[in-house]
């Protein structure tokens, strides 16, 4: 018996998914948030990035 590698999209354990459901935490889910936007993105440009960073005091790593 081989492993079955599961496809983009496919459930863990083959159920059929209805909106809204509620999670195990108890929370309540309206929608499949992993068809909506890249959530990783950044809120700041690169440019405000950079200002930022430059404005943070420098850490010594040798420093105890």
Do not use: C
């Amino acid at each position: 018996m081989g492993l079955v590698k599961r496809q983009p999209g496919d459930r863990r354990w083959g159920m059929a998914i209805e909106f809204p459901l509620t999670d195990h935490l108890g929370n309540r889910v309206i929608y499949d948030r992993r068809s909506g936007h890249q959530r990783r993105g950044s809120v700041a440009t690169v440019e405000d990035l950079l200002i930022i960073f430059s404005q943070t005091p420098s850490i010594d790593p040798n420093q105890k």
